[in-house]
């Protein structure tokens, strides 16, 4: 039988836990830091390559990433042959570019994953990674562009996505560190010095 001066201390430490566990200084934050197992959350997804093979997103991290959501058949299309000198001139500092295609604004993306292949192949030569068609908005977004976009787990460059290469840059940390807009030009000075900081920091 627990003595009434022992049973005071059990209640007190129980008291002090419940306390405790209420902090918000002590609750998980909303933010990209990454998890125990190094991995952080921006890269805590597998998605489906062009060829049909899953890929865990966790075998970037240490790199700094481009993310761009893209499609064949529209105005900004072109923008693949800058982004392919993009990942020619950083590729061996460490740097990737990670392709998402998407049907979701003005149907500019019709074709099926090996169509989508042949035409960024054939027609700009592109070389790095590019994955098989998604929602990135949306009912049927998928997992990655969900946690891109949302408030509660990419605050500050959360929004919705407005059309066609929209560009999220993640550091080596797995962190987002920035977000670009669908017109923004791959080899502007804004997205390539961006790219040269991030690249610059040990991983």
């Not at 902090?23 to 890269?43: K, N, S």
């Not at 997804?45 to 062009?50: G, I, N, P, V």
Request: glycine fraction near 8%; aromatic fraction near 12%.
């Amino acid at each position: 039988m627990i003595s009434t001066p022992g049973y005071l201390f059990i209640v007190l430490i129980l008291a002090f836990s419940a306390w405790a566990s209420a902090d918000p200084t002590t609750q998980p934050t909303t933010q990209p830091v990454a998890y125990g197992d190094g991995v952080a959350p921006a890269l805590r997804f597998t998605m489906k390559s062009l060829d049909g093979k899953d890929i865990n997103l966790a075998q970037y991290q240490g790199k700094v990433i481009l993310m761009v959501n893209t499609a064949s058949k529209c105005g900004n299309t072109p923008q693949y042959k800058p982004l392919e000198a993009l990942y020619n001139k950083y590729a061996d500092q460490g740097f990737v570019i990670l392709g998402f295609p998407s049907n979701d604004f003005g149907h500019q993306e019709p074709g099926t994953d090996t169509e989508i292949s042949e035409f960024c192949t054939k027609n700009y030569g592109v070389t790095f990674d590019m994955f098989s068609k998604v929602d990135v908005k949306g009912d049927n977004i998928c997992d990655l562009y969900s946690f891109l976009t949302s408030p509660d787990t990419d605050k500050p460059f959360a929004g919705t996505i407005t059309w066609n290469f929209e560009k999220f840059l993640i550091g080596r940390d797995g962190n987002v560190v920035a977000r670009f807009k669908p017109k923004t030009q791959p080899d502007s000075p804004e997205v390539m010095g961006a790219i040269e900081a991030e690249l610059s920091k040990k991983s």
